[in-house]
Structures are given as structure tokens and as C-alpha cells.
């Protein structure tokens, strides 16, 4: 099967639909398809291109094309109206991998390019990441859920897990690590010996650390800066709780996987797919309250890491390459009828 994956962030950039593409396009490279990505981005000077599989940077109108007419299906890793247009030309058969939501920021009126995206999703087959972005969405549409790092994120024995909280993302306001240091001077108040790692970085660290320091809990809360790899998967292994108190509806949220696949309670705001990413073993909080976010900490700082097995099962990425590669064969495959 010849694939064309459309993705106009991808590797060197760093994020969520950057990682997502890559894995899908090693995957199904892996089972022994063409795979062809489109993007924007352009890898830093005198470096060999790091995959295995077809990168085609600052591809135009007619390249895009050129490879969307040889491909037998068309990804779209989130629509683009970019990538519509060539598409439009071949109409080979389309998936369109929903990895936010397709709407405006603050409820406001959806634009033209919105509408229009909305339009063709139509004319496609439609992926989401959660049943929350599908319930959104208002599509017919399949939830495939994203896949963690099975092979970075796993119990390391040899790591004391010594340390309690544990904050991981950019330092920005939606992320909400501020409500994580509202809730341990909380805890403090009630004379719990708890502490706080802040692991990540963004515009709202100084702000942080100043929060910190008025809140009297500057000596418990740790600031490391950003942390991958290895160096995360170890840090994550060190504490006992990984706390994700988004203010803004996480499309999904696949540090929560990460987090108790190292062996972590994760703690988790209920807004968009973060409850489905924590799983049954998640404990769940009510977004922007602090004092609930507080007694949800106390109870998983009383508790051992739930069995996360079965859920974490669900999200390997050798099952999630295989749920995409299903429906891709069913798309190109003709049905005939007796």
C-alpha cells in the first residue's frame, strides 16, 4: 500500500501532531508500506534526514499533488486546507487523524477556513484521538486513541521513587502548575510532608517561582527545566504522583500514559480526552478547583499505582499502527457486491 501522510509540522519541531505523524509513518513503514510524508519544516543544516521512510520538506502545490496521485490513500495528520487542494485534484481516498479540536478558541463563531474544513471532513474517513474530540467533531467517526513509548516509559526498578508530585508540560497558564503549587501550600497548611518537581519550561516560570516564594513553599517545589528521553522517563520513575491540572480541554493527553506506565498515580483534570488518557486508574479532579485538586492529591499520596496493564495495553503503539493499517487496507480495498 502506497501511503501519503500530509503533516506541515513535522520533525525537527517538537509537539504532539510532530510525534504523532512520525510514529504513524515508522509504523506503518515497519509493516511494509510506502510511506511518503509532506510537511513544512526544514531539518538544520548538514543534517542527514533521521527516518527510514520518504520526507518530502517545503513540498509546493504540485509536488503534494505529484504524490498524492501515486499514493493509494491520503493522511491528513489534522486538516489542512493546504494540503485540500491537491487532494482535491486526485481525490484519492482520505483520513483525516483529528488530533485537536476543529473549532474556534473561546466558543467563538467558527471562520470560513473552519467551515470549510468542516466541509470536507465530510468527504472523508474521520479518526479522533478521543471520544471527546469525536463527540465535538459531530462526524461520523472511529476513536484510535494515541500510543505512549511502551519502549521509554516502564517501571525502572533501579530509580528510588522517593519523590512525591510531579508536574510535566510547558509553563504556560492552560496548563494549570499553578494550581498545582495552590494545592501543596494546601497540603502544607494541613501539615502534610509533601513536595512538588515542576518539569518543562515557558513564558510563566518566573511567575511560578514567584508564586512559590509567596506562598511560603519555595524549599518543596523543584524547578528542572525541560526534561526528554531517558532523563524523563527516569524522573517520572522518582515520584509518586503525576499531576496534569490543565485548565484548557486536552485533546487527549499522553503524558498521563506516560506517567502511569512509569509507575505513577497520575491526578488529572476532567476537561476534553484527559479522563480517557488517565483510564480507569486515573484520579480525576474538578478543572480550575484547587481545593478538590488538593484532596484528589492527598487521597493518591495515601494510595499505591493502581494495575494499569490492561489500559496501557490498549495504547501501545504496535496495537495503534495496527488499528490505522486496518482501516487504510479497508479503504483501499474494492467491495464488490453479489
Request: hydrophobic share 45%; aromatic share 6%.
Amino acid at each position: 500500500m502506497k501511503v501519503v501522510i500530509h503533516s506541515p509540522a513535522f520533525h525537527p519541531m517538537i509537539g504532539g501532531l510532530e510525534a504523532f505523524a512520525a510514529m504513524l509513518a515508522g509504523g506503518l513503514h515497519e509493516r511494509g508500506h510506502e510511506v511518503v510524508v509532506l510537511c513544512q519544516s526544514d531539518l538544520p543544516a548538514g543534517e542527514a534526514e533521521p527516518f527510514p521512510f520518504r520526507v518530502v520538506r517545503r513540498a509546493g502545490f504540485q509536488a503534494m499533488a505529484r504524490w498524492m496521485a501515486w499514493a493509494d490513500v491520503v493522511i491528513h495528520v489534522q486538516i489542512s486546507l493546504k494540503g485540500l487542494l491537491p487532494w482535491l485534484i486526485t481525490r484519492r481516498p482520505l483520513l483525516v487523524s483529528h488530533q485537536t479540536w476543529l473549532r474556534e478558541e473561546g466558543g467563538a463563531p467558527l471562520t470560513w477556513q473552519t467551515r470549510l474544513k468542516r466541509l470536507a471532513c465530510r468527504l472523508a474517513v474521520n479518526v479522533t484521538c478521543s471520544a471527546a474530540i469525536g463527540r465535538d467533531l459531530g462526524l461520523p467517526h472511529i476513536v484510535i486513541p494515541n500510543p505512549y513509548d511502551d519502549a521509554l516509559f516502564h517501571p525502572r526498578p533501579e530509580v528510588a521513587r522517593d519523590r512525591d508530585l510531579l508536574f510535566v508540560g510547558r509553563l504556560v497558564s492552560d496548563k494549570g502548575a499553578d494550581l498545582l503549587l495552590e494545592a501543596v501550600a494546601r497540603l502544607a497548611a494541613q501539615h502534610m510532608h509533601v513536595s512538588a518537581t515542576i518539569t518543562g519550561s515557558g513564558p510563566e516560570e518566573p511567575a511560578l517561582k514567584s508564586q512559590a516564594e509567596k506562598l511560603g513553599i519555595q524549599d518543596r517545589v523543584r524547578f528542572t527545566g525541560p526534561l526528554r528521553g531517558e532523563a524523563l522517563a527516569r524522573e517520572m520513575n522518582a515520584h509518586r504522583v503525576l499531576v496534569v491540572p490543565s485548565r484548557w480541554a486536552e485533546p487527549f493527553g499522553i503524558v498521563a500514559l506516560e506517567g502511569a506506565a512509569s509507575g505513577c498515580v497520575v491526578v488529572a483534570s476532567d476537561g476534553g480526552g484527559l479522563p480517557e488518557a488517565a483510564g480507569p486508574c486515573g484520579i480525576i479532579f474538578e478543572s480550575g478547583n484547587v481545593e478538590n485538586l488538593a484532596r484528589c492529591l492527598k487521597t493518591a499520596l495515601e494510595q499505591g499505582a493502581p494495575d494499569a496493564r490492561e489500559h496501557l495495553q490498549r495504547h501501545q503503539r504496535a496495537r495503534i499502527v495496527a488499528s490505522f493499517e486496518r482501516m487504510l487496507l479497508e479503504m483501499t480495498t474494492p467491495h464488490t457486491t453479489s
